[in-house]
């Protein structure tokens, strides 16, 4: 297993500016990812990181509003960019197991408000 | 697009009761796994299943993977407090990709 520690783990942002959430990963591994989540509801994948080239995007979330970085193997960065009170929520990282299956592992969270 | 059934969306029961959480899906999974989640905290892996009619138990925790692969339940049997959180099924399907239910939320009562 990993473990995953994320910052900051909460925090309250005007409108119009943006945050970056970090996510570090206690050992080596291939894939990470950065989900958000809605309080008490289900994930939504917003990219895959790759280390050493551009991220990887879902239908409907674009590199300008939420860039990605993954400059090494234990670690990646997710800035949620000119931000507005829609991308108030949990935003997760992850990353694949060595197992055969997508088992992940996820971090604490980041708990963001946009007022 | 693929989807993941879960049913139900919300569990409230006492405490020694038994229940079952399902996940279906038209799809089928290469392999799926069931996760708890509690508040403040990411999700956390219970288990995985891969094969067809596998079922596997983490002490009262019953977890079934359907013969086709399309679908997997979650029994819980004499539930307590500690069990109340957020279950969360994912589904794979291929090229490190999941798909996640949409989430039961359970509240066991003392």
């Known amino acids: 297993s990993a473990v995953i520690s994320q910052k900051p783990s909460r925090d309250i942002c005007q409108r119009g500016t943006s945050l970056t959430i970090q996510c570090q990963v206690d050992?080596?591994?291939?894939?990470m990812f950065w989900y958000r989540q809605q309080p008490g509801q289900s994930l939504t994948l917003i990219a895959t990181?790759?280390?050493?080239?551009?991220?990887?995007?879902e239908s409907g979330f674009v590199i300008d509003k939420f860039p990605i970085s993954r400059p090494n193997l234990t670690f990646s960065t997710l800035t949620v960019s000119n931000m507005s009170p829609e991308d108030s929520s949990i935003y997760l990282c992850?990353?694949?197991?060595?197992?055969?299956?997508?088992?992940?592992?996820f971090g604490p969270g980041t708990r963001l408000t946009v007022l | 697009t693929q989807l993941l059934e879960q049913s139900p969306q919300f569990l409230s029961i006492q405490e020694g009761e038994n229940l079952t959480v399902y996940c279906n899906s038209s799809s089928v999974f290469s392999s799926l796994q069931w996760y708890r989640q509690e508040p403040g905290e990411g999700p956390v892996l219970l288990v995985t299943v891969v094969t067809g009619g596998e079922v596997k138990k983490l002490k009262r925790l019953t977890f079934q993977f359907g013969d086709a692969r399309k679908d997997s339940s979650l029994h819980i049997t004499a539930a307590q407090p500690g069990d109340t959180g957020l279950y969360l099924c994912a589904g794979e399907t291929g090229g490190f990709k999941t798909i996640f239910g949409a989430g039961t939320r359970l509240f066991v009562k003392a």
């Open positions: 050992s080596q591994v291939t894939m």
């Open positions: 990181a790759n280390q050493g080239s551009e991220a990887t995007y």
């Open positions: 992850s990353a694949l197991g060595l197992a055969s299956y997508n088992e992940q592992f």
